[in-house]
């Protein structure tokens, strides 16, 4: 919002209700497969390794799915804040970020289930060092995407969203490999423990994403 005040006050005007909209949406799901965590915790304590891997792989098949059913609601979303919004040319910035952040809405998914594997496990050093490694680099992304720099033009609301997608596909990316180098296995096919997993995760998580946004 900083680098947004910066840059146009439309802008930061715009910024609140884009995320807070993105986040009714993308919120439940992100909540719903953040849920796997506890069932890597449960596992990891009974050291069961390969439950741990099940309910991680679960959980990134329900983050991949949920990219997909959040796309067609980037219509809705806009439709919304066109009968919410007073002042077309904000409206216009809402309707840019929104439709961005909601879009690049997996990543936000895989990154949360890669981030629960870790603090699962209780190794949330690592989970604190790809938090802040993303904020460093969307920090640096918005600098360059919002005002231009590097033969990069300045795209000002747009640029400030894309620097946040990218961002969590970095992290997704960082723990991803830290995962991988400590021995889990995802983005296998699955087989019929993965789906007992999958309804286990969906059983208890879509119950809290829906407490979440409806507490906002």
Not at 31 to 48: K, L, R
Not at 62 to 81: Q, T
Not at 191 to 197: I, L, P, Q, S, V
């Amino acid at each position: 919002r900083i680098f947004l005040a910066h840059h146009s006050s439309d802008a930061l005007e715009a910024i609140l209700p884009a995320t807070t909209l993105s986040f009714v949406f993308a919120g439940f799901f992100q909540t719903a497969v953040g849920y796997s965590g506890v069932f890597i915790s449960q596992a990891y304590g009974a050291g069961d390794e390969k439950k741990c891997n099940l309910a991680y792989n679960a959980g990134t098949i329900l983050a991949l799915l949920a990219g997909v059913i959040v796309l067609p609601l980037v219509p809705l979303g806009n439709w919304l804040l066109e009968y919410t919004s007073s002042d077309p040319q904000v409206c216009a910035l809402e309707k840019t970020y929104y439709s961005i952040i909601t879009s690049g809405g997996i990543f936000l998914f895989l990154q949360t289930v890669a981030l629960s594997y870790f603090t699962g496990k209780g190794r949330t050093l690592v989970a604190f060092v790809a938090t802040a490694l993303g904020n460093v680099f969307n920090i640096a992304a918005d600098i360059i995407l919002i005002f231009g720099a590097f033969g990069i033009p300045a795209m000002g609301m747009a640029g400030a969203a894309y620097a946040t997608v990218i961002s969590l596909f970095m992290q997704f990316l960082f723990l991803a490999v830290m995962a991988k180098r400590s021995g889990a296995e995802n983005f296998y096919m699955p087989h019929k423990e993965d789906w007992r997993m999958l309804r286990n995760i969906l059983r208890y998580g879509l119950p809290v994403g829906l407490y979440e946004v409806l507490n906002m």
